[in-house]
Each structure stands twice: as structure tokens, then as C-alpha cells.
């Protein structure tokens, strides 16, 4: 996807013609344009120089993202990209405005209303009143120029948007308020004192002026709760260093953090941060990650360890080399996924962007049928001025067009915050709708490294001794069950014995001599062959097993010493991650390509709905495939076995310890790899859209009830009208109410579950449907005493709740209420001497 800014859009009226401009460019297969950014996000082939056209030629500028900062890419071009430049404007145009707001409302309203005193020059010459009036409207005209300018341009080009609202209702104000001065002046050279009287309550210069400060107070405030919306991409941006030490012919250098190559070596120091992504070579120290996973405790870090840029080391003196430098650190791939994000559109953000589309120009036609009624109605020019300007300046397309946007901007940015990373504002919003949450097992559930669970020395045997034979044999082994039990040894601190003449022997064994003596290592089978294994020892082995378990025993000679039992073990969120999932009423499925019996045995410690075993590297994408069927499916997994099933899936999502491939193929990425995420990203995602739920209904309730009131249909009624200067800053105040309420979001306790609803899953209630209702197919049956044999036959089963026959249809569909086994339906109705041909 290539990055754009795009300059002038002032409201989702905007953005939607620039997309659809751009949309309408040959090689352009998606466009998608963020208000709330200004950037503009363009997938296909056509060149940089025929979308930058197309946009300008919609009335907009743009350019490509970073173009204006030269060559030089990287985090700190993109935080200075996302720098609030709007806010400070508005504020310089809101303070010139109220300068010349405040004489003029003193004039207007103040001497009019109140009868405050004026200057003895201007004192009874209404002429004068009315020209200073003019005078300090159109300096506030022209101080917020800005919306006339992108107003009647955006009219001129088809495409009218929020400023040609304020433009139209502003100047509107203006042109009538100046013909009433210009007939005031003609009543007062003939002396008419009645008409110059009349004429001056015929100004509106103060609802122009008012107007256009009111929209840049509202514009202001909108802007600095924007701003705000990018505070979690800011901040990230601002973790990337700047400088890292590298080390050239043995001597510390340090470099901007652009001149890093891949393969350089790099020192770090107690306190400072990690510059690029890297290996240790030497040293050893704690390094917090909290920027990057959002987890608070430091992870050790030894030799051969992975480091990843913008996390600090704690303790320890730290010598690296750089694997991933530039745009391909963990950092800048976290900041290019919530930059792209916000540069994408959830599907319900097409509903306002519909609605958008047509609701500027409906709001002008409107305005226009509400002047010419009120004129036929014998309302004066003034008043149905009044309510077509009221109806200008109250509809608010930001509203609707910042509803989706900022809500979506600041739930992905707290996602980032905790080390959830949704790819695209699709993800955000999908996640939350799934129903059945699909979890391959190994490195997932489980924690993806063996280790020993069970010692279980022989007679005469301690655990420690048991230990130390399988540590001399076993170091030599290059399993993966070996390397849990030499970790085992060494935090036991034992000291390893050498042995000779080691072997791996074909059938899962080991052998070697140990003081003169053989000793033996492996699974039931190999070991006895070797020596005999009493009754109790092997069904303690069972015991294991059935508990998910790898029994390894060990012998000396023909002696049996004992069994150490090794198993992945699950990690120690999982149950909780699931209980949670299933709160939610969502189906939990276990994926894996171990036995049924081992897989079952995990399966009940995590306490999965179902277990799917036995599945093949690349069968785990038909199983999703037949999962979808069901309902939608998030896939969870980390291995390149899983890349093809994330993709499948409706929504992947991959544990980020996992392979590159599994996160590139995923939708979410999940930084801290704990399944605990899961639940927390579902609820992330439902708290977002509930947020865009909330804002489009304000939104499209507040144009609702505000249109009808400024239009006057309540006036002949209960004689509501409303003054164009209160239609303007409930406009303001629409805009800003919508992002604020965005920003609740920032409060939002994703892991908290004692909120979460508790309903049962749809798939388990359409489980539960097929089993308690089945359908027997027989033959036989020839008329309504065979149905009322077989009905009462049927009925008479324990369990059996009601019998529905039909021997026209040669069927029986019996409703149960407990669990029924099929052939003790059909013997009961073989007994009868009638054929069952099929139960479903």
C-alpha cells in the first residue's frame, strides 16, 4: 500500500470524493482516504503522478507520504507527519476573530438589546452602526477565508462539503444584512425614520460573524481531540532511537541510527535503549520490552538471545549484531501496522460514507425549501432567511464522517499499547464477531518447549541420582525431549558424567557405558527389550500418558532405575484465555498433530470444547475450511504449518514469538504471545465497535432532531425557532461531543472479563439441536397402527422425549431429552419386527 498525504479535505464529504476520484484511476484496485489523518492509502499499478492528478483535479492536494522530507525514511518523518499543525492555526484564527467578534456583538446585541451605552458619534445614527457592523463582518470574512475558499470550490466542483454549509449560510447572512444597510440608507435620505428603524432589526451581520468563529471554536476543539486519537502512534514513534554505538576495528562509534547496517556490531550500556533489532553475541542482562509487548517485567537476555529495537537494558553490558535495521525493525513494522490501519476503512464506516455522500447537497436543497415556504407561507425575507441559514450551519457531516475514524483510531492505538496489533481497521471491527475461536497447540496453548513434569525413581533410587544418568546420556541427544531434561539438570545445577560409546539405537532408545557399565534411555518398547518392567511402573506410565505425558525410562545393565516423564506443558494463562473465550459464548477448538489420546489429555487441562487431532502440516486449512461452515472463525497460531489456516480463517491471528511467515498471514499480531490476548483483542474490537455504534447514532440523532427545529416546523406549534448563531455552536459541539466520546476508549480495561457477558455459543446451541433431535428412516410401516406401535414403542425408551411417525414418509423423528444411543433406538424398533434403514 502506498501513502499519501492529502490537503483541503474538511469533512467526510471531502475524503469520499478524493476516493472516489482516485477509485475511478486505471490500475487503482482499492483507495481508501482517513479524514482523521489526511492520508490516503492507494493499492495497484498506477503511477504516483496519475493519483496525485486525479486528486488535485477533485479540488485537493496531495502528495506522496514522506516526499517533502527527502529521501530520509523512518519513524521520526512519520511523527512529524502525524504533529497537530491544525490546532494552532484555528486558534490564531479564533483570536483574531473574537477581537473584532466582540465590538460588534456590543453594537449589535448589546446597544440593541440591553440599551448599552455607545460612543456619542454613533449615538442614534444607525447608518454608522450598521456600517461598522459590515466593517468588522467582513474582516472576520476574511480572517476565516479558509472555509469560502474550499466552500464554493468544493460547489464548484460538484461536490459540496461542511465549509460550503458555513460558506453559504455565513455569506448568506452577509449579502441580506448588506442590502438591508444599503435600504436603509435610501429610507434615510427620505427621511423614513420608521423604515431605517425596521431595516436595522433586518441585520444579521452578527449570525455571519458568529458563525464562522463558532465553526473555528468547534474546528479547534476538533482538531486538538484528533490530535489526541494519535497520542498511541506518537508515542511509539517516539520510542525509535535516534543514535546506537557500533563497534569499527574495536573502537565504539556512534552513528545515526540510518547508518546501522544489517551485520553491524553493536554495544548497549546499562539504561540506554536497544537501537536496531539484533542478536547477543556477549554479555547478559535484563531488558525491558514493556514498549513493544506492553508486559511491565524485564526478560533476561543471554547469549544467542533475540533484542528488538526502542527496549531498554536494564542491568547488564550488552555486544549485538544487527539482524533488522531501517523500516525492518519489529518497531517500525508495529508502526507501519497501526499507520496502515488508520489508513484503511472497517465496513461500517461505508454506511456513513453512503450517507455522507448525499447528505451536503439534501442539506442545501433543505434550506432552499425552507426559504420558499416560509416566503409563501407570508413570513418576511428575514425570517425565512433565518431558518433556511439555521439549517445551513446546524447539519454537521463531520459528525457523521469522524464517527467511525476516531473511534477506530484510538482502539487500535490501545491495542498497540498492550501488544495487540490489529493490521487494518477490518481486523479491529471483525474480530469482535467471532464465534468460534480455532487454537493449534503447540507453542500456542502450550508453551512449545518441553519439559520434565514427573520423576519417578525405582527402589533404592533418588530423584537426583535418576537425573544424573539421564543427563549423561541425554547430553549427547539432539531430541527435543533430550534438551528438557538436560534444562531440567542444569537448574538443578548437576554436573554431567562423560560417557562412552554413545548411540542412538533405531526404536526411540539410547545407549552408552557409564563407568564401565551400559545404561539405557527411551520409550517402553526399547527399554524392554532391555529389562523387565513390573506391572506398577508401566501403569504409572499409562497413567502419564493418558495425562498428555512422554514417559522416558532409563536402566543400568539390566536394572530398571526409573521414568522421567516430559510433556509440553500448557502455559499458565491458557485455561484462564479459554474459560473466557467461552464466557463469551465462543466455540474453543484445539488443533494438533498429536495422538487423540494426547491431545485429549491437553485438551482437558486447557478445557477446550473440542479437539481436533491427528492433523497433518497442511491439513489444519481444511479443518478451518470446515470449521467456516459453522460460523466465523479465528484461527490462532504461530508455526508456518499455520500460515495457510491463518489465511482461511475469517480473522488470523498470530502469536508474535511465532515465524514471520504466521505474522505476515495473520490479521492480528499479538506481541506478548499469551493466549490471555485473545479474549482481550475480542473485547478490544466489541468495545471499539460499540463506540462507532454509539457516535453514528449521536451523529445521525443529532441532524435528525436539529434540521426539523432550525427548519421552524415547530414554530406554528409551540413558536420554537432557532437563531442561526445557536444552529452554528451546536455544530461545533456535534463534532467534538463524537470524538470525545471516541476517547473513552483510552479507559477501556481489555482485561478485565468480570464485564463480560456470559452467553451460550451458537455453535455449541446448534450442536446441541442435532443431537436432540434425530430421524429414523424405516421400512415396514403401513398404516396408522404400525405409526401408533412404533410412536408408542419409541416413546417407551428412557430419554425419549416425544415420537413423531409417519409411515407415508416411512420416518420417526424423536425428540430427546438426555443422550440416546442409536442402537438402542433401533433395536427397540426391530423388536417390532420393522426395519431401521438409517438414523441422522
Known sequence: MEQYTVTGMSCVACSSRVEKAVSKVSGVTSCSVSLLTNSMGVEGTASQSEIIAAVEAAGYGASVKGADAGAKKGAAMDEDALKDRETPIMKRRLI????????????????????????????????????????????????????????FKGLLHGAPNMDTLVALGSGASFVYSTYALFAMTDAQVKMDMEGVMSYMHEFYFESAAMI???????????????????????????????????????????????????????????????????????????VNEAALTGESIPVDKAEGDKVSAATMNQSGFLKCEATRVGE??????????????????????????????????????IAVITIIVWLIAGQSVGFALARGISVLVISCPCALGLATPVAIMVGNGMGAKNGIMFKTAV????????????????????????????????????????????????????????????????????????????????????SAVLAGKTIYGGNKKFIQTKTSVDAGTLKKAEDLA????????????????????????????????????????????????????????????????????????????????????KGKVAMVGDGINDAPALTRADMGIAIGAGTDIAIDAADVVLMKSRLSDVPAAIRMSKATLRNIHENLFWAFFYNVIGIPLAAGIWYPIFGWKLNPMFGAAAMSLSSFCVVTNALRLNWFKMYDASKDKKIKSKVKEIEEEKTM???????????????????????????????????????????????????VLKKAVEDKDYKVTGIE
Open 546 to 629: 493418558a495425562e498428555g505425558k512422554t514417559p522416558l525410562f532409563f536402566a543400568k545393565e539390566d536394572q530398571l532405575i526409573g521414568i522421567i516423564a516430559v510433556a509440553d506443558v500448557i502455559k499458565e494463562d491458557s485455561p484462564k484465555a479459554v474459560k473466557e473465550l467461552q464466557n463469551m459464548g465462543i466455540h474453543v477448538v484445539m488443533l494438533t498433530g498429536d495422538n487423540e489420546r494426547t491431545a485429549k489429555a491437553i485438551g482437558r487441562q486447557a478445557g477446550v470444547d473440542e479437539v481436533i487431532a491427528d492433523v497433518l502440516p497442511d491439513g489444519k486449512e481444511t479443518v478451518i475450511r470446515k470449521l467456516k461452515k
Open 212 to 286: 464562522l468563529t463558532l465553526i473555528t471554536v468547534g474546528k479547534m476543539l476538533e482538531a486538538h481531540s484528533k490530535g489526541k486519537t494519535t497520542d498511541a502512534l506518537k508515542s511509539l514513534m517516539k520510542l525509535a532511537p535516534k543514535t546506537a554505538v557500533v563497534l569499527k576495528n574495536g573502537v565504539e562509534t556512534e552513528v545515526s541510527i540510518d547508518r546501522v547496517k544489517k551485520g553491524d556490531i553493536f554495544v548497549v550500556r546499562p539504561g540506554e535503549n536497544i537501537p536496531v533489532d539484533g542478536i547477543v553475541l556477549e554479555g547478559t542482562s535484563a
Open 773 to 823: 433431535t434425530k430421524t429414523m428412516k424405516i421400512e415396514g410401516m403401513m398404516c396408522g397402527h404400525c405409526e401408533a406401535t412404533v410412536k408408542k414403542t419409541l416413546e417407551a425408551i428412557e430419554g425419549v422425549e416425544a415420537a413423531e411417525v409417519s409411515h407415508e414418509n416411512g420416518t420417526a423423528v424423536v425428540t430427546l431429552a438426555a443422550e440416546v444411543a442409536d442402537e
Open 427 to 510: 481486523s479491529l471491527e471483525e474480530t469482535g464477531k467471532m464465534q468460534i475461536v480455532a487454537l493449534d497447540k503447540t507453542g500456542t496453548i502450550t508453551s512449545g518447549e518441553p519439559k520434565v513434569t514427573d520423576m519417578i525413581p525405582s527402589e533404592g533410587i533418588s530423584e537426583e541420582e535418576l537425573l544424573g544418568f539421564a543427563y549423561a546420556l541425554e547430553r549427547k541427544s539432539e531430541h527435543p525431549l533430550a534438551h528438557a531434561i538436560l534444562q531440567e539438570a542444569q537448574e538443578r545445577r548437576l554436573d554431567a558424567e562423560e560417557v562412552e560409546d554413545f548411540q542412538a539405537v533405531p526404536g526411540n532408545g539410547l
Open 328 to 365: 525492518d525493525t519489529t518497531l517500525s513494522q508495529i508502526i507501519q501496522m497501526v499507520s496502515d490501519a488508520a489508513a484503511t476503512k472497517a465496513p461500517i464506516a461505508k454506511i456513513a460514507d453512503r450517507v455522507s455522500g448525499i447528505f451536503v447537497p439534501a442539506v442545501i436543497t
Open 96 to 151: 483574531a476573530s473574537l477581537c473584532f467578534l466582540i465590538p460588534l456583538m456590543y453594537i449589535s446585541m448589546g446597544h440593541m438589546m440591553w440599551n448599552w451605552p455607545l460612543p456619542g458619534f454613533l449615538a442614534g445614527n444607525h447608518v454608522a452602526m450598521g456600517l461598522i457592523q459590515l466593517l468588522f463582518t467582513g474582516i472576520i470574512m476574511v480572517i476565516n477565508q479558509k472555509f469560502f475558499i474550499n466552500g
